[in-house]
């Protein structure tokens, strides 16, 4: 955990990564006796600055409308990652402010084995809460609370903040209702890198269709929620409240691609209507920009990189 704590507090810095220590100083009688020396930071060139603090932004918005959104109240001041371990044996929570750190583990540490917490007892459900208690202590007793600090001078130079319709993951031209600010590394000539279908191709990703919510499922994201304080015009940090955003229907879905396709000849059935919008529920399907093209299959698949071989895969010879 404490290797856990120092790598997060080096996200919260960039990339300097502090040494960890459990005592800062030993006392006798009134006078100090020894002192811990406080041993500069170590730099981790694994990944620059811009590339620190891509990830600090999306641990933020963990906070503000993924995992733990239970305290999304706090998403401009703090960055984190929940985590559950298979059958809730585990539940964690990492995470950090401008100027504290902390991990919180909840789990039987003498049981006989592994033992569960129980079903649902997540890293959202019972670490978050422990981590607000401890968040909002240290900003009573040991630094103001303060919003997360923005990006450095060097890591703003090959850093753009755009905005991002929150629906579709689609790049827009106008903040508004629906939209998030996201941080895009800039290429060598200084223009956008454009990654959106490095990985997963246009087409493929057009085929994704919205699952109905499952069971004790957060409705919708943050700033479409009650209540929720930063969506007011000029204060806003994740865009402005609004009306939900309907998506039109996904033009490449066809209700015959099972595996039978339509082999007996049956007339394709029409696409099944979307599940209604809720208030506070955001559609999922992917919205298509009016002036980009219509994806091509073989283009794309030309274009993605390789399927690699995961080496730390149970099942051998299977790739992902």
Do not use: C
């Given at each position: 955990m404490i290797d856990l704590?120092?790598?997060?507090?080096?996200?919260?810095?960039?990339?300097?990564?502090?040494?960890?220590?459990?005592?800062?100083?030993?006392e006798e009688d009134g006078r100090t006796v020894w002192r811990d020396d406080g041993k500069p930071p170590v730099w981790l060139g694994s990944a620059d600055r811009a590339s620190f603090y891509q990830l600090k932004s999306?641990?933020?918005?963990?906070?503000?409308?993924?995992?733990?959104?239970?305290?999304?109240?706090?998403?401009?001041?703090?960055?984190?990652?929940?985590?559950?371990?298979?059958?809730?044996?585990?539940?964690?929570?990492?995470?950090?402010?401008?100027?504290?750190?902390?991990?919180?583990?909840?789990?039987?540490?003498?049981g006989d084995g592994r033992r569960t917490l129980g079903g649902g007892e997540t890293g959202g459900h019972v670490a978050v809460p422990i981590f607000r208690q401890i968040v909002e202590a240290s900003w009573a007793d040991y630094a103001p609370r303060t919003a997360l600090a923005p990006p450095s001078a060097e890591a703003r130079r090959n850093l753009v903040l755009l905005p991002v319709d929150l629906a579709s993951g689609n790049r827009v031209t106008q903040r508004g209702p629906g939209t998030i600010t996201e941080a895009f590394r800039r290429d060598a000539d200084g223009q956008v890198d454009d990654t959106q279908y490095r990985i997963v191709s246009e087409l493929d990703a057009s085929t994704m269709y919205p699952r109905d919510d499952e069971p004790g499922d957060q409705p919708g994201y943050a700033n479409r929620q009650p209540g929720y304080p930063y969506g007011q015009p000029g204060n806003s940090y994740y865009g402005n409240n609004g009306p939900p955003q309907v998506v039109p229907q996904n033009p490449y879905y066809n209700n015959n691609r099972g595996l039978f396709g339509n082999w007996f000849g049956n007339p394709p059935a029409p696409p099944p209507a979307p599940p209604p919008v809720r208030p506070g529920q955001s559609a999922r399907v992917p919205a298509r920009p009016p002036d980009r093209p219509l994806p091509d299959r073989q283009r794309d698949y030309q274009a993605s990189p390789e399927r690699r071989f995961d080496s730390d895969n149970l099942w051998n010879n299977r790739t992902n």
């Open positions: 704590a120092a790598f997060y507090a080096a996200i919260a810095n960039e990339g300097e990564r502090p040494t960890p220590h459990a005592i800062a100083s030993v999306m641990l933020q918005g963990v906070v503000a409308r993924g995992t733990a959104n239970a305290m999304r109240d706090l998403a401009p001041y703090i960055a984190g990652k929940t985590g559950t371990s298979e059958d809730e044996n585990d539940a964690w929570f990492a995470g950090f402010s401008n100027d504290v750190t902390v991990v919180v583990w909840v789990g039987y540490d003498n």
